[in-house]
């Protein structure tokens, strides 16, 4: 295997030759960069859990590059399952389903069910289908961190590792995929995503119903996640405009990069307006981007408007309220 040094681009041949030696490779799919080993590996594992600081108990997704393949990593996919395998494969969802008795546990954070996903990303598909096998895949970043949407992200986070880095630009869904289970005799999701709720009733005439306490434990599960250095504060407008008129009446050395469609004119010289879209697709496409630009430029929050609801706004609000620091600011 040739050695590519720490925290360094690689091709897919030398992915995966890493990936069948043991080691770990960063690749690219629609939704975020995951930290890829080899699912049947126990060390590989091993180190997936090592190099992000997770808790073991905490279950990693296993991409596959085919339906086909992905049944034979579960002991039986119900009609659900199968249909909404059917429909949003290749994509960004991941279902929940009774594992294979072959799957480690590991992957499974010790639980009899695992998630397993498609990735529509071309470059992951040639890497999956190369590899021939299930590579576990969390995102690509330090537990409870922001996620990573570029090949540069990756190398900022995990400097000193000796990490293979697949690059496959920029991810275009920018949010981590949407968790079903469908483990049980209901649907629910237990993670939003770019697959609505709404797509999954279109499809299947069943609205599925929330994480419970009773749900398998997923990858993204936590209360505080995916959250940058700068405090994430989500505002109405009216808290919004209170927000700049206390800005404006105080000196301290808080730095607000405000992230909202039509950003107000004349705003105190410690807020910076970076206009988004008010498309929730759109914005999720940005989201982790903005996270990173503002600690990379020293701000000390990051604010948005509160998402409207439904449709892959739940999916931004979660994120954002994941981030978010509740404190006065």
Not at 100 to 128: D, I, K, Y
Not at 166 to 174: F, K, N, Y
């Amino acid at each position: 295997m040739p050695n590519t040094g720490p925290g360094m681009i690689v091709d897919v041949e030398q992915a995966v030759e890493r990936l069948r030696a043991g080691e770990l490779v960063a690749f690219p799919t629609e939704t975020v960069y995951g930290l890829g080993a080899d699912a049947l590996n126990r060390s590989a594992i091993g180190k997936v859990f090592s190099a992000k600081g997770r808790p073991p108990d905490h279950p990693l997704i296993v991409h596959l590059p085919n339906l086909d393949l992905a049944q034979k990593w579960s002991s039986g996919f119900s009609n659900s399952a199968l249909r909404l395998a059917t429909e949003f494969w290749p994509g960004p969802l991941t279902l929940i389903v009774k594992r294979a008795e072959f799957v480690p546990l590991e992957v499974t954070g010790g639980q009899e069910t695992v998630g397993l996903r498609v990735p529509s990303h071309p470059v992951a598909q040639e890497l999956l289908s190369r590899f021939g096998g299930g590579i576990a895949g969390p995102s690509a970043n330090r537990f409870g961190k922001v996620s990573s949407t570029s090949a540069d992200d990756v190398l900022r986070e995990f400097p000193d590792s000796n990490l293979g880095v697949l690059d496959g630009g920029t991810c275009v869904g920018g949010i981590e995929s949407t968790i079903v289970d469908c483990s049980g005799d209901s649907l629910a999701i237990l993670r939003p995503g770019l697959v609505t709720a709404e797509q999954i009733f279109e499809s299947l005439g069943i609205m599925p119903r929330g994480r419970e306490a009773s749900s398998p434990r997923t990858a993204g599960g936590h209360q505080t996640h995916y959250s940058p250095s700068a405090r994430v504060v989500i505002l109405s407008p009216v808290e919004l405009d209170i927000l700049i008129a206390k800005v404006a009446g105080a000196e301290s050395g808080n730095r607000y990069m405000l992230c909202v469609a039509g950003a107000p004119s004349g705003l105190p010289r410690q807020m910076k307006p970076v206009p988004v879209s008010g498309d929730p697709v759109e914005l999720a496409s940005r989201l982790y981007s903005l996270f990173r630009q503002a600690d990379r430029e020293g701000y000390s929050h990051i604010v948005f408007l509160q998402p409207e609801p439904g449709g892959v706004g739940v999916a931004i609000a979660d994120r954002l309220n994941r981030a978010a620091a509740r404190e006065e600011v």
